[in-house]
């Protein structure tokens, strides 16, 4: 059984991947914070109704990230902090939601964290007036520099419990000698998943999904303190499963 825990992002990809083996929770503009307490709630009415445990796959980060301004009909989505600043308070976060997820007996899976647009996001459809209007493109650099560390970060915390990385940003972030290209366009609101987008979402996290379920059933029929690169040599054990995820002397991995 596999849990999917997402933010509204995760709102396109219900209808193609929940199932009977797969239960998802929608929570738009949730931080890591709500879904975790929303997985603990999850898992242990799993544990009394007596289901095997599996992986719970986080979809979220943009909340805990940004900064939603509100104040009667004006809205502002903005980038108040810096990578400094708040990277590590974003770990913090990855690590108690991953912490609680194994004291309950599952395995978490983090996404990655696909950036968005200030600028499209904060259009004037969507609120009377602007605030920070001028400050977007700064805002936009340093919130990009953010996630690329961030996911660093998620990459590593998965690596640590053997699982694959669904890395989701890759349909937004490509590089292209040795430089990065953020095509939100492929968003269609600055934020949310085209349908094209969503397709690839789902091939992915199903991909992810059945990667980690053919790890997780690997650790049961390998023998303790056996590396399971050497039970499985053909199964990747790190992330590096596409041209974008490759790190080279000058180019930044994403």
Not at 49 to 62: E, S
């Amino acid at each position: 059984m596999n849990y999917i825990l997402a933010t509204s992002r995760g709102r396109e990809l219900q209808a193609s991947l929940a199932n009977d083996r797969t239960w998802m929770c929608i929570r738009p503009g949730a931080k890591l914070a709500h879904l975790r307490q929303c997985a603990n709630q999850v898992l242990l009415t799993a544990g009394k109704q007596g289901k095997a445990p599996g992986h719970v796959y986080y979809l979220a980060g943009i909340p805990d990230l940004t900064t939603k301004i509100r104040d009667g009909d004006y809205q502002e989505v903005v980038f108040m902090g810096t990578p400094t600043e708040t990277v590590p308070i974003l770990e913090n976060e990855l690590l108690k939601t991953a912490s609680m997820t194994k004291k309950l007996g599952w395995v978490p899976v983090f996404c990655t964290v696909t950036p968005m647009s200030l600028k499209d996001w904060n259009s004037p459809e969507r609120t009377p007036y602007l605030v920070h209007h001028n400050q977007y493109a700064d805002m936009q650099v340093l919130l990009e520099n953010t996630i690329c560390s961030a996911n660093h970060i998620i990459r590593a915390i998965n690596k640590s419990n053997n699982v694959y990385t669904p890395n989701l940003h890759n349909q937004i972030v490509r590089i292209n000698h040795s430089k990065v290209k953020h095509m939100y366009n492929r968003l269609t609101d600055g934020c949310h998943p085209s349908e094209k987008v969503a397709r690839e979402w789902v091939k992915i996290l199903q991909r992810a999904m059945s990667e980690n379920d053919q790890r997780k059933a690997l650790h049961h029929d390998v023998i303790a303190h056996v590396p399971l690169s050497d039970c499985c040599p053909g199964l990747p054990i790190d992330d590096s499963e596409s041209d974008s995820d490759c790190e080279t002397p000058h180019r930044r991995r994403w």
